[in-house]
């Protein structure tokens, strides 16, 4: 490490933290690390940004996952890249293999991955292209697996997993670990599809997991710890958005009731990350945001939910584009509260 820091000509002001187990230095070719501050723990040189990135990156389901208007807006709003890796219609499980905040294993058919093309896992596991239903998905997600790179799709019923070249054929005597790539699943105004942001784990999360698989609020809290854990900057920053309820879902109604477990979870476990203002969330705020000429919005508000105006028309849970642009606003100005923005 120490040789790499001397032969570089952008790397300086080394300082050593051996207290902490880290050593810290400035780059000037990383305008995208905070102060173009780096740090790496002395054993292996794997440099990291001290204070985070300039960037944000979406991790969730279909609040953020098919959301050009909200990535939109939070790229108008702070000037940050925004990087989307989220889903529409992932659980909270498969939103945090995304984030490869922890992995699975899987053994290919036969034991071997061939020297090309394609082979199936003996393990039915969607993982990570895991939707509601765990239905079919038209996903390429890429992937390295047993040391191969690729992309692993799902039929319904199987994961493939296809080489992105041709090569040796590779033995897998026991199950390998499957990882995830930081490469973008959904396009934005800053940022391409399929853009590579090895630098994701350092960004400041927006975090939406939990609407798919709402009933399950321990796997939703365990997915959620792992991906806080994942990250890599020393200073943490992520938003915990809360999660929102249907029209149907109105005061003392079983679904009700599971959002607002989650919420109250969320904010137990983060509540310096959680999304509120002065005691309002993102969920109040929204609600707030009612129409009292408009006879159904008062029903709504008055029944502990949300305004059907707000809504895309026939839905009864995904905000329209008046929506996301009170939820980017907000986002945006609990982003300039913490100093992130």
């Not at 990882?179 to 999360?205: D, F, K, N, W």
Request: with cysteine; proline share 4%; charged share 15%.
């Amino acid at each position: 490490s120490q040789t790499l820091l001397a032969a570089s000509s952008t790397l300086g002001n080394v300082l050593n933290r051996m207290e902490d187990g880290y050593y810290q230095f400035t780059d000037s070719a990383d305008a995208d690390a905070i102060g173009q501050l780096l740090y790496s723990p002395y054993e292996t040189y794997d440099p990291r940004a001290k204070f985070g990135r300039k960037s944000i990156s979406f991790y969730g389901h279909s609040f953020e996952g098919n959301n050009q208007k909200l990535s939109g807006d939070l790229y108008t709003l702070t000037g940050m890249k925004v990087y989307n890796f989220a889903r529409s219609g992932a659980i909270s499980r498969s939103i945090a293999l995304r984030n490869d905040a922890y992995r699975l294993r899987y053994t290919p058919v036969g034991g071997v991955v061939p020297a090309s093309g394609s082979v199936d896992f003996n393990e039915a596991d969607s993982g990570p292209l895991q939707i509601v239903g765990n239905v079919a998905v038209a996903d390429q997600l890429q992937v390295t697996f047993a040391g191969v790179r690729g992309y692993v799709t799902w039929d319904g019923s199987k994961m493939t997993f296809t080489r992105a070249v041709a090569g040796d054929a590779v033995a897998v005597t026991q199950a390998a670990e499957l990882i995830v790539l930081p490469y973008t699943s959904v396009v934005t105004s800053s940022v391409p599809v399929g853009t590579h942001y090895p630098g994701t784990h350092e960004a400041v999360y927006v975090l939406w997991i939990g609407r798919n698989n709402i009933s399950n609020l321990a796997q939703i809290q365990y997915d959620l710890v792992a991906i806080v854990e994942r990250m890599r900057s020393q200073h943490k920053r992520f938003v915990l958005c809360p999660e929102f309820t249907q029209t149907t879902e109105t005061t003392g109604t079983t679904g009700y009731n599971n959002v607002y477990a989650v919420n109250a979870m969320y904010k137990s476990l983060y509540q310096e990350n959680y999304c509120q203002i002065d005691g309002v969330d993102l969920l109040q705020n929204f609600r707030s945001h009612y129409n009292p000429a408009l006879p159904d919005d008062v029903t709504a508000y008055n029944a502990g939910t949300v305004p059907p105006s707000l809504l895309n028309t026939g839905d009864t849970l995904h905000p329209n584009n008046a929506g996301i642009a009170i939820n980017a606003a907000f986002i945006n100005q609990f982003l300039i509260k913490k100093g992130w923005n």
